[in-house]
């Protein structure tokens, strides 16, 4: 029997083990999409036949209901099929775009943004939904920091809204580095 938590709206909503789904846009770099498309590319081409391989010895061993090779084996199938239709669904929706506001002063996709708030300064770099990465101050083009900070322009404040509640930023720089 399954727990399900209540939103405040009244509505069930069952835990989920992924986050939701993106909007219907997936927009993401070039570089991000040749990362995508590479990860598939090792998961078929090589790390599945592998472990196909050690599946198929293990089974000629006997007995499976004990064979570690064998049951972790098929569950590592498993991993590796899941991730390569998430993959394949993912790159199947995306929308490369080149750095949207090469030209210009004011923030689109694929921009690199100082800021300066409560905390201090930081560089922060808009991108797609999968590519984002807190580490290397990736964000991605829907989270709320990148929603206040788009089409605004290098010297302009914005009021970043969170839970904790409202933080004004200082737009410091605004340039369009190529992505890796």
Do not use: C, H
């Amino acid at each position: 029997m399954s727990k399900a938590f209540v939103r405040e709206s009244g509505e069930d909503e069952s835990p989920r083990a992924e986050p939701p789904p993106p909007p219907a846009r997936n927009y993401i770099s070039p570089a991000g999409y040749a990362r995508l498309k590479a990860e598939l590319k090792q998961l078929v081409e090589s790390e599945r036949p592998e472990v196909v391989k050690t599946v198929a010895w293990a089974a000629a061993q006997g007995d499976r209901s004990e064979n570690a090779d064998y049951l972790y084996g098929k569950k590592r199938l498993r991993e590796i099929d899941r991730r390569v239709r998430f993959l394949i669904k993912r790159l199947e929706a995306a929308q490369v775009v080149e750095s949207a506001g090469r030209d210009s002063d004011q923030i689109f996709f694929g921009s690199t943004v100082t800021i300066k708030g409560k905390s201090g300064e930081r560089r922060l770099t808009i991108v797609g939904v999968d590519e984002t990465d807190g580490a290397k101050g990736r964000v991605s083009w829907i989270s709320p920091v990148a929603k206040a900070l788009l089409k605004a322009r290098a010297g302009d404040k914005v009021v970043l809204r969170t839970p904790g509640g409202r933080e004004e930023l200082e737009i410091l720089e605004v340039r369009y580095d190529p992505i890796d």
